[in-house]
């Protein structure tokens, strides 16, 4: 909510800007964000490990906001430029401990989330494929990312019912800046003249690897859905 709070007056101010200014929209758009990661390269002795990842990890869901810009190229296509905030992850499936003498009231199960935040920067090309008010358009570009915050998120239940939950630093070196493939197909709804609303589903996918150095690195990636208001 912080991040809001200081997006939304940059968001007006450049409103001000874009009445003034033929072809330029401005707009707003927020939505849930589910992510997950891929291998991309191991070592050769890392097969059993990465066996053991991919049948741990799973989807996590969080949430994306963004401020945005568009020009207008022609009637059918524009460039959107904005500025945004993420915060997602990936999970793990809530795994049993197993002790050879289990201790009353011990813990039983233990769940790990690793969460990241980062700033985005979107650079995109929208092409509408009807010169109709409400219509279908796919968009695509690259996105600048800065993480700023990754760590690890530890829920630990127990036998008497109770659970805990602690955050955990990183052991191994992430990359805090990246850059961001997307791909979304989207539909525009005309509310008046001087405001649209539009939903998105959107596929995004981490270019570089999100470890530094380790045996095995993995990928990010996203599919969100944003629900959006462009302010002609």
């Not at 072809?23 to 390269?41: D, K, Q, T, Y």
């Not at 499936?93 to 920067?121: S, V």
């Not at 530890?154 to 990359?175: A, E, P």
């Amino acid at each position: 909510m912080k991040i809001i709070a200081l997006l939304l007056p940059l968001l007006f101010s450049f409103k001000l800007i874009g009445q003034s200014k033929k072809g330029l929209s401005l707009g707003i758009s927020g939505g849930p964000v589910i992510s997950n990661n891929f291998i991309v390269n191991q070592m050769a002795e890392a097969d059993e490990l990465s066996n053991g990842l991919n049948k741990l990890e799973t989807y996590n869901l969080g949430y994306a906001f963004y401020i945005f810009s568009e020009y207008k190229l022609n009637k059918k296509n524009r460039i959107k430029v904005g500025v945004g905030f993420i915060e997602s992850g990936v999970n793990s499936k809530k795994t049993q401990l197993i002790f050879e003498q289990p201790e009353p009231g011990g813990p039983e199960y233990y769940q790990i989330k690793r969460i990241y935040k980062c700033f985005i920067l979107p650079l995109e090309i929208k092409h509408h494929f009807s010169n109709k008010t409400n219509s279908f358009y796919l968009i695509g570009g690259t996105s600048p990312i800065y993480n700023f915050d990754m760590k690890n998120k530890i829920t630990v239940w127990y036998s008497d019912g109770s659970k805990t939950l602690k955050d955990q630093s990183l052991n191994v070196s992430y990359r805090k800046f990246n850059i961001k493939s997307a791909l979304g197909l989207g539909y525009t709804f005309n509310l008046n003249k001087r405001i649209n609303l539009y939903i998105q589903p959107t596929l995004d996918i981490n270019i570089f690897n999100t470890f530094r150095s380790v045996p095995i690195n993995r990928r990010d990636y996203s599919i969100s859905v944003q629900l959006g208001l462009s302010f002609i």
